[in-house]
């Protein structure tokens, strides 16, 4: 059961751009979502998290947007930089410890 | 060591060999998770340890798959017989006390390779 679906798979932007990337999750049961950035051969590290009693977060060039009636989430990142390149992780945990993934998104930034 | 320290970085087994995978946690961090990513896919829970226990083991596909934590530091995960399907990398990460709003620290990952 996927409980997270996160879109695009992958994705392509320009220096500058923004890069958005978007998380639909199933469980209400979930109370913090964090997104983790993965590089290649590395593993995930946590980039930022809202909990859902916030509509948005935002640190430096990434921000959340959280819609709890649709159970949405997004990542923006602004100004994207060559060296945003990486795979995004959408998640959402419930009270206690795992956390459930979303199918993870590559970012591209092209110079 | 500053982070989470899996070993070995890649494994090459052939179906139906036993394996070992360590992770050596960040000093003080009494939970403690397997995670096993497959390509191009998203981390799936395994199993969680809060100190020497196994407080969530629900992720683990099948009675092939056991994990260990003697001492609540070092954890061993160990998959008997082998299949090809196994193949991915299988991550390790630890936290200060079971994150219910907390960040997992992860390593690198061991990458199993089952021919």
């Known amino acids: 059961q996927q409980q997270v679906k996160q879109s695009p798979q992958s994705l392509i932007v320009q220096k500058g751009g923004i890069s958005i990337i978007n998380c639909a999750y199933e469980?209400?049961?979930?109370?913090?979502f964090p997104w983790y950035q993965q590089f290649p051969g590395k593993g995930p590290a946590l980039l930022i998290a809202i909990r859902p009693d916030v509509s948005e977060k935002k640190e430096g060039r990434f921000t959340i947007s959280f819609n709890k009636s649709a159970k949405q989430f997004s990542l923006h990142i602004m100004d994207s930089q060559p060296g945003d390149s990486a795979t995004y992780f959408c998640?959402?945990?419930?009270?206690?410890?795992?956390?459930?993934f979303g199918g993870g998104t590559r970012v591209l930034v092209k110079p | 060591g500053a982070g989470v320290s899996q070993t070995p970085s890649n494994k090459v087994t052939e179906k139906g060999k036993y394996v070992e995978l360590r992770c050596d946690p960040i000093s003080g961090h009494t939970a403690l998770y397997w995670y096993r990513q497959s390509l191009g896919q998203g981390p799936e829970f395994l199993i969680y340890?809060?100190?020497?226990?196994?407080?969530?083991d629900s992720g683990l596909p099948n009675d092939r798959f056991f994990a260990v934590r003697p001492e609540g530091s070092v954890s061993t995960l160990k998959i008997q017989r082998t299949e090809r399907g196994d193949s991915a990398v299988y991550l390790c990460a630890s936290s200060l006390v079971a994150p219910n709003t907390g960040e997992l620290f992860f390593g690198e990952g061991s990458r199993l390779t089952v021919l």
């Open positions: 998640a959402g945990q419930a009270a206690g410890n795992k956390l459930t």
């Open positions: 340890f809060q100190g020497t226990g196994a407080a969530d």
């Open positions: 469980n209400t049961a979930f109370d913090y």
